[in-house]
């Protein structure tokens, strides 16, 4: 057995040992002789074969789809660098990133809220909005009230009716969005959640799937961005991206008004949003 799936067996023990039956939905059970699930209580809650799984933490040579081990880092409760290290040892260079919005701390939900009335989210490198600030949210509430599948700014520029006809410099934007999608794309071309994602969109606008089809790729970067909104009218932002390193494949980005003209309408668009939900909370 090769040292890495020495390692690898290792670790699957480990991290089984930690989670109790009670933690994953199960009774408790008596006469148990190891600490935490049973191998065949990780395959059932993951959906693989029980003599796959056992095989897998006896570290045999046996190939590992994303897919599963995907389900394996759910059922096992990991971490993100749990998740990291699992994808490593298993013989994939990148981990896919968690879609959930667990990666969103108390503390970096607090920081985006004090940022008010600058409008904040943080979101993937696919773009699924995790969390966001009250400005935000009165800014785009189709976004932050769709779907969780849905809640993803390219879904949303492409199928979401009010971002087709707020961005004002549309072809062009919508150009750069799909190609630095494109680069993030690259790193995580073995991921079946991407290639769904990619999948789904293509299928719900022909124009995601023409510009997706010119394989044109670039960086993320701070530009400006302007927005036509129905209730005060034109919008002038630079946005700006910060990688956050205490969560991987995530990112902040900040709108900042350009004028004084787009940062009055924030606040009042906030405000407005905010005295909207008290009443209907009432």
Not at 72 to 99: F, K, N, S, W
Request: net charge neutral; aromatic share 8%; proline share 6%.
């Amino acid at each position: 057995m090769s040292k890495r799936r020495d390692d690898l067996a290792a670790f699957l023990r480990s991290r089984r040992e930690r989670v109790t039956p009670e933690m994953a939905g199960l009774p408790p059970g008596t006469r148990r002789r190891t600490p935490g699930l049973r191998r065949e209580e990780v395959a059932h809650l993951a959906g693989v074969g029980v003599t796959w799984y056992t095989w897998l933490e006896q570290g045999r040579p046996i190939n590992v789809s994303l897919q599963v081990l995907d389900s394996i880092a759910r059922t096992l409760m990991l971490d993100v660098a749990e998740r990291q290290q699992l994808y490593l040892l298993a013989g994939h260079a990148v981990a896919p990133p968690v879609r959930d919005s667990t990666r969103v701390t108390p503390a970096m939900q607090e920081i985006i809220n004090r940022l008010s009335p600058l409008p904040a989210a943080f979101s993937t490198s696919r773009h699924d909005v995790l969390a966001w600030n009250a400005a935000y949210a009165a800014l785009f509430p189709e976004l932050v009230s769709a779907p969780e599948e849905e809640r993803n700014t390219l879904w949303q520029c492409f199928v979401g009716a009010q971002w087709r006809t707020a961005l004002v410099d549309r072809e062009q934007e919508l150009h750069g969005s799909v190609a630095v999608f494109r680069g993030a794309y690259t790193r995580h071309a073995d991921d079946p959640l991407w290639r769904d994602f990619v999948k789904r969109l293509s299928a719900a606008s022909p124009e995601f799937a023409a510009l997706w089809a010119t394989h044109d790729v670039a960086d993320p970067r701070s530009r400006e961005k302007t927005f036509d909104n129905d209730q005060v009218g034109r919008l002038r932002f630079t946005s700006t991206l910060f990688n956050c390193t205490a969560a991987p494949e995530t990112r902040m980005i900040v709108y900042t008004p350009v004028d004084e003209a787009t940062h009055s309408a924030v606040v009042w668009l906030t405000a407005h949003s905010e005295r909207a939900h008290g009443m209907l909370g009432a």
